[in-house]
């Protein structure tokens, strides 16, 4: 057992028990590189500051530099009996340098160290997020490129609707996932706030220089109030949001291509190497790695949610139970980055089955709005345009006929409007071509989002 930061006012050893249930090594031990390189420019600072003698200075970061090394190499062996990755690492560096090891602890405590690691942390892992959600995008935006020409029914209410192109929905994930993106390099901008200095919470009366150790870490600003600063946990909050709605859409597109991978559907397969089978019932091709995507929302949710409650009745500075925001924290930021990296995977691995699609998409419902449209372009207001059709549908559904199929004499019963031409409307691509709002399904708009997110992601 490493000896505690605090272990002389005590006039006994803690309990076994005490020092298990206190300790944070086994999860903490994950911000040693942060932790070091936030003691480092400490040190720094502590000698230019004169509060520390250079010599002693120079040995400490020497020897901070040698953990940080065998971190970086994966061969630094955790304590398990440390407190945490703080004790852990100035236990290592006593051992190593000696008594200038404990100058380093100079108008610190770990309550500024602590938020200092997590916020280190945080702004490297939204950097790789930042990357990951791009990659994804990237194999979103390869797969609707490729598939520019092919229109699907598109449903609502899960019921068939209108035709629309598979590119266009397709470029509605990424939307969604670069709003999801943005969100998350902006919580950065209140990340990028220094707290060391803040100690215990009150700041100190040591001449220390935090703008030096600001400038050396690479933060942004300085925190401004010593108490905010170790009792400040937003930051991750709003993190957990943010990866909570990212995951709440890897849902929904996990859903969508789960059911179109269905038989029922059978608008795409996914690739074998990406799917899993059943113990009982040979012929499956089950699609486990979606479900799991669409599973680790609530999960991702439920970090937020422990966090939330967390905070919920602490009073203001640091109190241990803030301890306990890094499992969550660690979980949802490690599931987020899994999923992205096999979806990233997943979709260089699906085939859009272009056949079946071309034979759904004769279903002459889908073309209801086409013909009330082609109606209001004759003059007639809407509500009249939507019974005609109405009455057509009905019909066509009652007597088991298509709308192709009647006759121009039987056309005519519905309105006298309705001409021959109206044949040409009952179709996919035709559909598709006539939208022309901005942000519609129109071919030549999509062209130009694929176009304009090729050049974006480039
Ligand atoms: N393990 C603690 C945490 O994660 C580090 C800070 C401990 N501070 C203290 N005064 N005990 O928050």
Request: hydrophobic share 40%; glycine share 6%; charged share 25%.
């Amino acid at each position: 057992m490493a000896k505690k930061l605090w272990g002389t006012r005590f006039g006994k050893k803690t309990n076994a028990l005490t020092d298990k249930f206190t300790s944070s090594i086994a999860f903490d031990q994950r911000l040693a590189k942060y932790d070091i390189l936030g003691s480092i420019a400490h040190a720094k600072m502590l000698g230019k500051q004169k509060i520390i003698p250079a010599k002693d200075c120079q040995q400490i970061v020497k020897g901070l530099n040698m953990i940080l090394k065998d971190v970086i190499r994966g061969k630094f062996k955790f304590d398990p009996g440390a407190e945490d990755i703080h004790s852990n690492i100035q236990e290592l560096l006593a051992k190593k340098i000696g008594e200038p090891a404990h100058k380093l602890h100079t108008a610190r405590s770990r309550n500024d160290q602590i938020a200092l690691d997590i916020k280190m942390y945080l702004k490297a892992e939204i950097d790789d997020l930042d990357e990951f959600i791009c990659q994804l995008q990237k194999s979103i935006l390869k797969l609707a490129k490729a598939n520019s020409k092919v229109v699907i029914p598109g449903y609502t209410h899960l019921q068939i609707a209108q035709p629309v192109l598979l590119s266009h929905h397709l470029l509605s994930y990424i939307e969604g996932i670069e709003r999801d993106r943005q969100r998350i390099l902006d919580a950065k901008e209140r990340i990028d706030s220094m707290p060391l200095g803040a100690c215990a919470f009150s700041g100190t009366g040591l001449p220390i220089d935090r703008e030096f150790v600001r400038k050396q870490l690479g933060f942004k600003t300085l925190t401004a109030n010593s108490i905010d600063s170790v009792s400040d946990r937003d930051f991750i909050l709003e993190v957990l949001a943010q990866l909570t709605i990212l995951a709440v859409h890897l849902s929904r597109i996990a859903e969508d291509l789960i059911l179109w991978s269905t038989k029922e559907f059978n608008f795409i397969d996914i690739d074998f190497s990406f799917c899993t089978g059943s113990s009982i019932m040979p012929h499956k091709k089950n699609p486990d790695i979606l479900e799991l995507i669409r599973g680790s929302v609530g999960k991702i949710h439920g970090d937020l949610s422990s966090v939330m409650i967390l905070m919920k009745g602490l009073p203001s500075s640091y109190n241990r139970d803030l301890q306990m925001d890094k499992p969550p924290l660690f979980d949802a930021v490690d599931t987020v980055k899994d999923i992205l990296e096999i979806f990233v995977a997943l979709f260089q691995n699906i085939v859009i089955e272009k056949e079946a699609i071309a034979a759904k998409v004769q279903d002459e419902s889908l073309f209801s709005v086409d013909i009330v449209e082609y109606l209001i372009k004759k003059g007639i207001s809407y509500r009249k345009a939507h019974d005609i059709v109405g009455r057509m549908v009905r019909d066509c559904l009652d007597k088991g006929k298509n709308i192709s199929s009647l006759s121009n004499g039987n056309l005519k019963k519905y309105s006298d409007k309705l001409n021959p031409d109206i044949r040409g409307v009952l179709n996919a691509w035709a559909s598709v071509s006539r939208k022309s709002s901005i942000g519609s399904t129109n071919p030549k708009l999509v062209a130009k989002q694929l176009d304009k997110w090729g050049k974006k992601l480039q």
